[in-house]
Nanobody, 125 residues
Framework: QVPLVESGGGLVPPGGSLRLSCAAS????????IGWFRQAPEKEREAVAC????????WSADSVKGRFTISRDSAKNTVYLQMDNLKPEDTAQYYC??????????????????WGHGVQVIVSP
């Protein structure tokens, strides 16, 4: 498992954009997938988007489709979450995490074993 460090959170008005970064350090990069998750106060952690290393495909939750885009720069060992047209309901702590078991599901936070500390995103006028 590799240490993960998120950055790029902040306060943005509705309709605005942010780009989150997740840097994975260390030489061991053979995880099966890397994903973004979020947790709002008093709510369960939910999956937002996921990048599959096996075939370089991505997955995103219905709630963010068309607004959020996950991408990866393998040379920098960094995964990004571009968030456009942000809404107040996107306010949450955002985390990146890696899956180390082959039977993971992108939509399942419990399938991911290695987590960053998270960054806060606040969408407010």
């Amino acid at each position: 498992q590799v240490p993960l460090v998120e950055s790029g959170g902040g306060l943005v008005p509705p309709g605005g954009s942010l780009r989150l970064s997740c840097a994975a350090s260390g030489s061991k990069q053979d995880f099966f997938a890397i994903g973004w998750f979020r947790q709002a106060p008093e709510k369960e952690r939910e999956a937002v988007a996921c990048f599959r290393r096996s075939d370089y495909t991505t997955w995103s939750a219905d709630s963010v489709k068309g607004r959020f885009t996950i991408s990866r720069d393998s040379a920098k060992n960094t995964v990004y979450l571009q968030m456009d047209n942000l809404k107040p309901e996107d306010t949450a702590q955002y985390y990146c995490a890696t899956a180390w078991r082959s039977n993971y599901e992108c939509s399942g936070p419990t399938d991911f074993d290695s987590w960053g500390h998270g960054v806060q995103v606040i969408v407010s006028p």
